[in-house]
């Protein structure tokens, strides 16, 4: 099942010497994805939108635009860093993608504490013990590392 869910946050990318850090407002939808992306003072940078089914856009306030085939290629593009949407809409629930083989490992609770797929290691972490979504995420893949905190999930 792929619920529609909204998330506001943090996140912080880096691949080598190259990094980014914004605030987020992330739309998903079962197929479709709209991020935007703001500096940490509020002001407004860009808009990701894309679909499961391939293409991925991003629209910055200069009014330039770019279209890759997917989010990866798209985000390593512009951003510098390969973001996995694709994945990372499951992933940030502590699901694993239904289509790839994946190892978890669950915390004390039961809840997803590592999970392993596509090459990506993501790493939860919890506001409290009676949290069933994570407040933290951590993914790593060769060369790249991004962080993700999350403040209000809807």
């Given at each position: ?8 946050g943090r996140l912080s ?105 596509d090459g990506w290691e993501i790493v ?31």
């Open positions: 099942m792929d619920p529609a869910f909204a998330i506001e990318a880096r691949r080598g010497t190259d990094a980014v850090a914004a605030n987020f407002l992330w739309t998903h939808q079962p197929g479709a994805d709209t991020i935007a992306l703001s500096s940490p003072l509020g002001q407004m940078l860009a808009k990701l939108s894309g679909t499961t089914s391939g293409g991925a856009r991003i629209e910055r306030v200069d009014g330039t635009v770019a279209e890759a085939a997917d989010w990866e290629s798209l985000t390593l593009r512009t951003l510098a860093v390969p973001l996995p949407v694709t994945g990372l809409a499951w992933w940030i629930r502590g699901v694993p993608h239904p289509l790839a083989a994946h190892a978890m490992e669950p915390d004390g609770a039961g809840r997803p504490a590592v999970l392993r797929q939860y972490a919890y506001a409290d013990d009676a949290a069933r979504l994570p407040s933290r995420v951590r993914l790593t893949w060769p060369e790249v590392e991004v962080r993700i905190a999350i403040d209000r999930w809807q």
